[in-house]
């Protein structure tokens, strides 16, 4: 089975080291590349080629819901997982009108985080019914 190509966006260095760390013992993953925003992401996509962006809502320059809605725009082939520290009916209905296949608080757990990449990578959508 061809793993799931993964890119993490998130202006925090630790956060992104810590999913790396959660995502770390699944055989079906691999972290291909990182990026701090939106910029940086767009000059590593195209030679990357994710399944799956996991992105913060909260970036430098263009939000993570504005760079899904581009994403989703010009690349409806990567699938976009936001985790976000906002987990308010906003920002999740904000993030799928965006075009988002998924949204997670950031702090959910390594299996859940796995359960909904599986879950984006099979087609589905993948939004916690705990929101504020």
Avoid: C, W
Avoid at 3 to 29: G, Q, T
């Amino acid at each position: 089975m061809e793993k799931i190509k993964i890119i993490l966006v998130d202006d925090n260095h630790s956060f992104r080291v810590e999913i790396k760390a959660l995502l770390s013992d699944s055989d079906d993953i691999v972290i291909i590349g990182e990026a701090s925003d939106g910029k940086e992401l767009f000059t590593k996509i195209e030679d990357l080629q994710p399944d799956i962006i996991i992105m913060d809502t909260s970036l430098h320059g263009m939000s993570g819901i504005e760079i899904t809605k581009k994403l989703y725009m010009d690349r409806p082939d990567i699938k976009v997982l936001i985790l976000s520290k906002y987990n308010n009916e906003e920002f999740i209905i904000n993030s799928m009108k965006a075009g988002a296949r998924g949204f997670l608080p950031k702090t959910s757990s390594g299996n859940k985080i796995l359960e909904a990449i599986n879950s984006i990578k099979n087609g589905d959508l993948y939004f916690r019914q705990d929101i504020e």
